[in-house]
C-alpha cells in the first residue's frame, strides 16, 4: 500500500512519485479533500473514504480492513490523503495498522495545507525579522480540542480544523497573551479555483469570520507574517 500525499488542493501540487503511482496503481481509497483531477481519465478504481466536518465518511477501522484485505488481494493500492499523510491526517496510524497485519507500505510524503494555503495566499510562516518559527496545530476537539500556546511575538501560529470551533479558541487568543490587533488570516479553499482569503485581527477574528461566510477546509494563521504586504499573487 502506497500512503500518498495528494497535496494542499490543486492536483497539480501532488508530488512526481504520488502522481506517477496513482497512473498505475490498481484501486485508490481517496479522502474527501483529494482533488478528483488526480484521477480523471486514469484506468484506476475510487473507493472514496472521506472524512468532512459532520460527515464521518468510513470508520477509521474500516479503512484499516479494506487497505489490508485489498492488498492481501494484490491490488496495487493507493491510498490518497489530503496534504501530507503524516501532518493531522492519521496517516501513521493507517501505516501502524498495515505494519501490524504485515502489509508493506510505502509512505510519499504530501504538500500539507500547514504551510501550503498560507503560501497560496502570499502568507509567509517565516519572514526575518518578523518570526522565525511556527507552530501547528489541530483544532478538532476530537484530538483533544485546540492547545493554543501562549503569544510569543517571534512565532506564527497555523491552526487547522479551526473553521467549526472558531468561536471557542479564537476568543481564547486574548487570554493568552495575544495582542488584540495582532493579524489573523483564514485561507479557505486553498489551491482551488474558489479559494478565499480573509484578513482580519484577533479582535475582530470571530466576527469576521461569521459575515465572511467561513467555511471549511480553511487554515487559520495568527501573527504578525499574516499583516505583511500580499507575497506574491493571492489568487492561483
Ligand atoms: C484532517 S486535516 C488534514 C491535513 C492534511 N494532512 C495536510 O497536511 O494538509 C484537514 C484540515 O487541513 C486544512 N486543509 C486541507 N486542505 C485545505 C485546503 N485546500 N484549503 C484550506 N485548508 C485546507 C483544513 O484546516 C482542514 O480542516
Not at 485561507?187 to 467555511?215: N, S, Y
Request: proline share 9%; aromatic share 6%; hydrophobic share 55%.
Amino acid at each position: 500500500v502506497y500512503l500518498v500525499g495528494a497535496g494542499p488542493g490543486a492536483a497539480d501540487l501532488i508530488t512526481l512519485r504520488g502522481w506517477a503511482l496513482i497512473a498505475t496503481a490498481d484501486i485508490a481509497v481517496v479522502d474527501a479533500l483529494a482533488d478528483p483531477a488526480l484521477w480523471d481519465g486514469l484506468p484506476i478504481e475510487i473507493v472514496p473514504a472521506g472524512k468532512r466536518a459532520g460527515d464521518h465518511g468510513m470508520a477509521q477501522d474500516d479503512i484499516h480492513a479494506a487497505l489490508i484485505a485489498l492488498a492481501r488481494a494484490g491490488k496495487a493500492v493507493v491510498r490518497l490523503k489530503g496534504g501530507d499523510p503524516f501532518v493531522l491526517g492519521r496517516g501513521s496510524e493507517e501505516a501502524l495498522a498495515l505494519a501490524a497485519a504485515g502489509v508493506p507500505c510505502v509512505v510519499v510524503p504530501g504538500v500539507s495545507a500547514a504551510f501550503a494555503a498560507p503560501a497560496l495566499a502570499g502568507i509567509p510562516l517565516t519572514h526575518r525579522g518578523v518570526a522565525d518559527a511556527f507552530t501547528v496545530l489541530s483544532a478538532h476537539l476530537a484530538d483533544g480540542g485546540p492547545a493554543l500556546p501562549p503569544f510569543d511575538p517571534r512565532a506564527t501560529l497555523v491552526v487547522l480544523m479551526g473553521v467549526a470551533n472558531r468561536a471557542l479558541w479564537l476568543p481564547a487568543l486574548a487570554g493568552l497573551g495575544y495582542p488584540a490587533d495582532l493579524p489573523v488570516a483564514w485561507i479557505e479553499w486553498a489551491g482551488r479555483p474558489h479559494q478565499r482569503v480573509l484578513r482580519t485581527t484577533v479582535a475582530h477574528a470571530a466576527v469576521a469570520a461569521d459575515a465572511f461566510a467561513l467555511k471549511s477546509p480553511a487554515v487559520a494563521v495568527v501573527g504578525a507574517v499574516a499583516g505583511l504586504p500580499p507575497c506574491g499573487v493571492e489568487a492561483p
